[in-house]
T-cell receptor, first 112, second 115 residues
Framework: EAQVTQNPRYLITVTGKKLTVTCSQNMNHEYMSWYRQDPGLGLRQIYYSMNVEVTDKGDVPEGYKVSRKEKRNFPLILESPSPNQTSLYFC???????????FGPGTRLTVL | AQSVTQLDSQVPVFEEAPVELRCNYSSSVSVYLFWYVQYPNQGLQLLLKYLSGSTLVKGINGFEAEFNKSQTSFHLRKPSVHISDTAEYFCAVSDLTSGTYKYIFGTGTRLKVLA
């Protein structure tokens, strides 16, 4: 089944404790992206990747890191999480920009 | 910079009534437009897309949207809604002339279908 998977689905952590949210797609898509969803703000793009080893900032990149060492994986790293990063995070992939995106199920992160 | 405006944060409508969810984007020469739906506790899935060609686009579940370049709008419509259409709807744009490869989303419209 073609899909985008994210892990973990739920995470509660404390300020400053490094964490990684994994994202994987099995559709051989070139483009991958991370979004955060907050009430009243919709989805905001954090980082995107056009292909392996090619990443760029979205609209809200502060406090996040990404890497794209393999085509199928695009992990999101929070090196020192803060409470304002409490949010619902979505990974998405697309065959190529600017085509439609396929979204993962989401990761609900709470930073205390 | 490109932006997307969904003016209605919530739209209540009775079952079997028609509905229109509004989306406006800032002007651009060349854009691709999308509507996504998010059911409770789920990810987003594509409803429909406009890439080029006919300005009237048909999507899944009986939804359609019309691309209006002069008004920079891409409103979503359904002639008769069902309870199962209750969800949040997001309009998104990719701007081919921006020099970036970002997708810009609106803030979403929560459709509540009433029995």
């Amino acid at each position: 089944e073609a899909q985008v998977t994210q892990n973990p689905r739920y995470l509660i952590t404390v300020t400053g404790k490094k964490l990684t949210v994994t994202c994987s797609q099995n559709m051989n898509h070139e483009y991958m992206s991370w979004y955060r969803q907050d009430p009243g703000l919709g989805l905001r793009q954090i980082y995107y990747s056009m292909n392996v080893e090619v990443t760029d900032k979205g609209d809200v990149p502060e406090g996040y890191k990404v890497s794209r060492k393999e085509k199928r994986n695009f992990p999101l790293i929070l090196e020192s999480p803060s409470p304002n990063q409490t949010s619902l995070y979505f990974c998405a992939s697309s065959l190529a920009y600017p085509n439609e995106q396929f979204f993962g199920p989401g990761t609900r992160l709470t930073v205390l | 910079a490109q932006s997307v405006t969904q003016l209605d944060s919530q739209v209540p409508v009775f079952e079997e009534a028609p509905v229109e969810l509004r989306c406006n984007y800032s002007s651009s020469v060349s854009v691709y437009l999308f509507w996504y739906v998010q059911y409770p506790n789920q990810g987003l899935q594509l409803l429909l897309k406009y890439l080029s060609g006919s300005t009237l686009v048909k999507g899944i579940n009986g939804f359609e949207a019309e691309f209006n370049k002069s008004q920079t709008s891409f409103h979503l419509r359904k002639p008769s809604v069902h309870i199962s259409d209750t969800a949040e709807y997001f309009c998104a744009v990719s701007d081919l002339t921006s020099g970036t490869y970002k997708y810009i989303f609106g803030t979403g419209t929560r459709l509540k279908v009433l029995a």
